[in-house]
């Protein structure tokens, strides 16, 4: 059976290997629900957008809300790649790795003044600034602390990437970026305010994009923005262009980072702008397809109308399903001889939400392993404490070594920081 997804996670006979490891094997030794990710997978990802930009000024800031652990962060730290961050808890996360924080751009529509002042204090790359009400109080904070704030406009290009609702970023009606029309008179605001410095220009359009056509509307659009604003006087040293490529959990076929890349590549030069510094911020991409979430089925429970496999994953541990209706394949982790049955595969959590998949057919026993694959973006990283359970443990694979890279989470750490009310 082969499977969608990573090379590095395939049927060896009938068990399930992630690089040289059984899953499930991995799954007994470490427990589940358990998530497991191949360093092979996240490093070739990586791969395949520094072969397209080779020789090119450029920057792959890895969009860390995808999957934020320290080890994945070390991991491409290490193969030269840069950080996008949303948060100052994401800051924090990136200097623990040990990462410089020259390597990171600070994203997001609504950075607080202490988020601003310790980004600053840390010296990061660059700010992703999305309003004018923004770049006023960046001027502010980076002045009192007699520093100067690099700043990008992240703009609007108002192009549709055709993709779920939830995610799509680029249209006027999002609450995301520096609208097309006021970008100018934005980028001469900026620069004329004290204590920033304008040096470049960004955009995302939203997430999970199969299509090339999207990326290269918004890159026209933003070349045109370019070129007004250098007439204005204010050079842009850099353009990023975002993350959003998205990647096949059943039978979609986005282009390969390589060929998106070298496509608006060859745009940005024939329109005269290959001299640029070249910047992208993928995610999903560059994690998505290398991590499976592994779980055990505690029961299985035939009904009039449906199946159930109860297994002891829930949504707290992947929302995506409950969340966008994402449809994420699920496997055995050792198959079976039986003919498969359609079950609802659902978790122990207090909400018909709770489902992992619907309707899927698995030869499966209590006890067994299965593996929900292309579960390393926004799966861990989305993970809750609902019905206060714990969140998984993580595993990074090489070959056929395996390191425990995240403790699964005790119920002592659930409650640390809570206090009871005097006793009366
Ligand atoms: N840059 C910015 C400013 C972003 O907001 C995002 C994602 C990215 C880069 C990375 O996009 P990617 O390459 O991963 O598509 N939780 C949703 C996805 C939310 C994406 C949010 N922004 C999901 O599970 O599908």
Redesign the pocket.
Known sequence: MTLPGSPHIAYRDDDLFIEGCSVAELGQRFGTPLYVYSRASLLGALAAYQRALKGRDHLICY?M??NSTLAVLQTFAQAGCGF?I?SGGELERVLAAGIEASLVVF??VGKTRAEMRRALEAGVMCF?VESEAELEVLSRVASELHKTARVSL?VNPDVDAGT?P??S?GLKGNK?GVAHERALACYQRAASLPGLQVVGIDC?I????TDTGPYLDALDRMLDLIEQVEAAGIPIHHLDL?????ITYTDETPPSAELLVKGLLARIDARGHGHRKIMF??????V?NGGVLVSEVLYLKPGAEKNFCIVDAAMNDLM?PA??E?WMKIVACQLRPEAPTNFDVVGPICESGDWLGRDRPLAVQAGDFVAVLSAG??SMS?ASNYNTRGRAAEVMVSGDQAWLIRDREEAADLFRGEHLLPRR
Do not use: C, W
Request: hydrophobic share 30%; glycine share 22%.
């Open positions: 969009a809300k995808a996008d949303v994203s997001g992703n992240r779920h939830y995610i970023t995301f995302h939203g997430s999970q994009i975002g993350g959003g490529l998205g911020e993928p995610g999903r991409s560059l998505g995506r969340m966008y994402a973006a926004y989305m």
